[in-house]
């Protein structure tokens, strides 16, 4: 009998046949029916998540903002229920903004990202009036105030500053060092600030940081808001500037695996906020609105990833090869950063977790693996494997690697099931070639 459930959705269950359920929903039965690699997003968990970051922040700081950061996972769907959640968009791309105004997302809660916006990025995001432009650079300020002013509409921005803090992750995604490709240096941030408060076209109000990815402890962000604030009280006295919004970026951590351990919401929280305050206080400066942008944290645990398994290997006295029919295309991040998952034989739920074996994916690269060395009951073909915590930067980063389709994503509750993207078709692989 499986014990692990941690890492699992919050609605996850067994049913009597011994199978996995998440959302009211036989897994196996989802997997025959709309096949495999198939990718489940729990909605109870995912509203949950949204609802947490919302109560958890705002009962301690009643003037938060909760913005998801689209870049873990969108589509449509999605965007409605963060509508619904009221959640704000932290998008990087123009396709991420036409996804928003697909479903008539208010473009006043929209906060425009990057560190290579172009030109018809900047211009759509004018044209839309989006709540706020991130501003990353020089280069880009000085070409935004100038299409602004063409315009004549004057967009609310803020400035990334990369505050010089270590947030203890992997070095793909820490972003908050000086020397980040993100954001403006501290040092370097005083001229900007001027230049955006003398720009008539733009109007200057706040500053954004966003120290990483996958943060598992939340001293990082206090020491990030110290030097923040500490600059911003700096360009007080200087320059008169006001802040009157704090971004503090996302990168809240998630459990991926059993024995992690990942501080609770209600910590980041706490922490952030009696530091924001003590702060503010210590230097005299009036409380800003705050703004959190978590991606992973809201939709991570609400993923299920589905596979079924097809070759099993036996290397004797050295491995046991499970391989599944998906991997890589639809999950990088084993190969990508050395993540560590766990996973279920979704269909063997109650049985012992007897045997050792590796889950590798059907992609033709050697770094395929999802998952290494885990017991798991005796597997045979077609099982079928669910691998938890498959929400955040799994389908985001997908790709067609070896002429694969994409997996279809089913919305789960209440025992129902929807499709929320459709599986690709071999027509839309080739659908772009021209001969
Ligand atoms: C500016 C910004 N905000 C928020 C996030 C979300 O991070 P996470 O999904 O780790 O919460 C990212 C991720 O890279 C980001 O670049």
């Known amino acids: 009998m499986v014990q692990r459930q941690s890492s699992l959705p919050l609605s996850a269950g067994v049913n009597k046949k011994g199978h996995l359920i998440i959302g009211g929903c036989d897994t196996v039965d989802l997997a ?16 949950s998540k949204c609802q947490e970051f919302k109560a958890e922040f705002s009962q301690r700081y009643a003037d938060t903002t909760v913005i ?36 008539d997302f208010p473009m006043d809660m929209v906060y425009f990202h990057g560190n290579n916006k172009s030109a018809e990025e900047l211009n759509m995001a004018i044209k839309y009036h989006i709540g706020r432009i991130v501003v990353d650079s020089q280069d880009e300020l000085e070409m935004l105030a100038a299409m602004a002013e063409e315009t004549g509409h004057i967009p609310d921005i803020m400035l990334r500053i990369t505050p010089g803090v270590d947030a203890h992750t992997h070095e793909h995604i820490t972003t908050g060092i000086i020397g980040s490709k993100f954001g403006i240096p501290l040092f370097a941030a005083d001229e900007l600030v001027k230049k955006a408060m003398s720009a008539p076209s733009l109007n200057l109000v706040g500053l954004h940081f966003h120290i990483g ?18 600059f911003a009280a700096d360009m007080k006295q200087k320059h008169g500037f006001v802040l009157e919004e704090l971004n503090i970026g996302g990168g809240f951590g ?3 695996i059993t024995g992690e351990t990942v501080p609770q919401v209600s910590i980041f929280a706490e922490a952030v906020v009696s530091r924001l305050i003590s702060r503010c206080r210590r230097l005299e400066l009036s409380l800003p609105m705050l703004t959190i942008e978590p991606g992973r944290a809201i939709v991570a645990q609400a993923g299920v990833a589905l596979y079924k398994v097809g070759v099993i290997k036996d290397i004797p006295g050295i491995k046991r090869y499970v391989s599944v029919d998906g991997g890589m295309a639809d999950n990088i991040r084993p190969a990508l950063y050395g993540s560590p998952y766990e996973a279920f034989v979704a269909n063997k739920m109650l049985e012992e977790e007897a045997e050792q074996i590796t889950i590798a994916g059907r992609f033709c690269e050697s770094g395929d693996i999802l998952v290494k060395d885990i017991n798991l009951p005796p597997i045979t073909r077609s099982d079928i494997i669910a691998i938890p915590v498959c929400g955040a930067y799994n389908l985001s980063l997908q790709s067609n690697y070896n002429a694969s389709l994409n997996p279809a994503v089913l919305l789960v509750k209440e025992g129902k099931e929807r499709l929320i993207r459709r599986r690709q078709t071999y027509e839309d692989l080739t659908g772009c070639d021209l001969l």
């Open 32 to 47: 025959n029916e709309y096949d495999t690699p198939l990718y489940l997003l729990d909605e109870f968990t995912l509203r």
């Open 213 to 230: 990815s996958l943060i598992a402890e939340a001293q990082p962000y206090q020491e990030a808001i110290e030097i923040v604030l500490d």
């Open 68 to 103: 998801y950061a689209s870049k873990a996972f969108l589509n449509g769907a999605m965007a409605v229920i963060l509508r619904e959640e009221g959640l704000g968009l932290d998008v990087v791309s123009a396709g991420e903004l036409e996804i928003a105004k697909s479903v």
């Open 254 to 256: 998630v459990q991926y």
